[in-house]
């Protein structure tokens, strides 16, 4: 498989820097939608110690470009990203663009979560149902997700890569020391499977600018998974 998570540095546009964010984990998720045929792939990057934010990748035809969440200052900053191939290894260069506010999607705020344990061998299995709220008795959708035994809690690592859209007051967590391998999510009439394809250990910091690029709002793929093909 291609190895193309390599960052070497963050280039920004001014010389005065701020906040800083570390990040120790990084994570490739594969999706198959098959009522469309569509695919995708969520690549992220997280600090384990913190998951009150995290950077995801996305990239289309034209350019790549990174977002990095801060749920905690309620911002998004956007980056164009670069990259290159320097002896076989791909590197990434970030570009700071500018920030603007993180708003959650008010349509998902009342919705309920249930697990219910499937099967407790190795790997385990469990089920995630997905309710409108907490009266309704019909799932919106189901998964099936298959957990692979970590060091410590990592199931916000799939929150925040598949399920970041899901902004409710429910807290969509399942207790122990596992991370999401695979999940089955079913719908009425299609399928989508979920695969965590690759998983490593990372050292990358991003610092950013005191003076920040701050814009009202940004249309762009909060909400929704973001596209990464290679």
């Given at each position: 498989?291609?190895?193309?998570y390599f960052?070497?540095?963050?280039?920004?546009?001014v010389f005065?820097?701020?906040?800083?964010?570390?990040?120790d984990?990084?994570?490739?998720?594969?999706?198959?939608?098959s009522?469309n045929?569509?695919?995708?792939d969520?690549v992220?990057?997280?600090?384990?110690?913190?998951?009150s934010?995290?950077?995801?990748?996305?990239k289309?035809?034209?350019?790549?470009?990174?977002?990095?969440?801060?749920?905690?200052r309620?911002f998004v900053?956007y980056?164009?990203?670069t990259e290159?191939?320097?002896k076989h290894?791909?590197?990434f260069?970030?570009?700071?663009e500018?920030?603007?506010p993180f708003?959650?999607e008010?349509?998902?705020?009342?919705?309920h979560f249930?697990?219910?344990?499937i099967?407790?061998s190795?790997?385990?299995e469990?089920?995630?149902?997905?309710?409108?709220?907490?009266?309704?008795?019909?799932?919106v959708?189901e998964?099936?997700l298959?957990?692979?035994?970590?060091?410590?809690n990592?199931?916000?690592i799939?929150?925040k890569s598949?399920?970041?859209?899901?902004?409710t007051?429910?807290?969509?967590?399942?207790?122990?020391?596992?991370?999401?391998?695979?999940?089955v999510?079913?719908?009425?009439d299609?399928?989508?499977?979920?695969?965590?394809v690759?998983y490593?250990?990372?050292?990358?910091?991003?610092?950013?600018?005191?003076?920040?690029?701050?814009?009202?709002?940004?249309q762009?793929?909060?909400g929704?998974?973001?596209?990464?093909?290679?």
């Amino acid at each position: 498989m291609k190895k193309f998570y390599f960052l070497m540095f963050l280039l920004v546009s001014v010389f005065n820097f701020g906040q800083t964010y570390d990040f120790d984990f990084l994570t490739k998720y594969k999706a198959h939608n098959s009522k469309n045929n569509y695919n995708f792939d969520s690549v992220n990057y997280f600090n384990t110690e913190d998951f009150s934010y995290y950077l995801k990748l996305s990239k289309d035809e034209k350019f790549l470009s990174a977002f990095l969440f801060d749920e905690k200052r309620k911002f998004v900053h956007y980056f164009k990203v670069t990259e290159s191939n320097i002896k076989h290894e791909i590197q990434f260069e970030f570009l700071y663009e500018y920030s603007y506010p993180f708003i959650a999607e008010h349509r998902f705020e009342n919705y309920h979560f249930e697990f219910s344990s499937i099967s407790e061998s190795s790997p385990k299995e469990i089920t995630l149902k997905v309710f409108k709220s907490k009266k309704a008795r019909k799932p919106v959708f189901e998964q099936t997700l298959t957990l692979q035994t970590a060091n410590i809690n990592l199931f916000e690592i799939y929150r925040k890569s598949i399920l970041s859209y899901l902004h409710t007051a429910d807290e969509i967590s399942f207790p122990g020391n596992y991370i999401v391998k695979k999940v089955v999510e079913k719908h009425k009439d299609y399928i989508c499977e979920i695969e965590l394809v690759e998983y490593k250990n990372v050292e990358l910091e991003i610092v950013l600018p005191e003076k920040l690029n701050l814009k009202n709002s940004y249309q762009a793929v909060n909400g929704t998974s973001l596209k990464f093909n290679h």
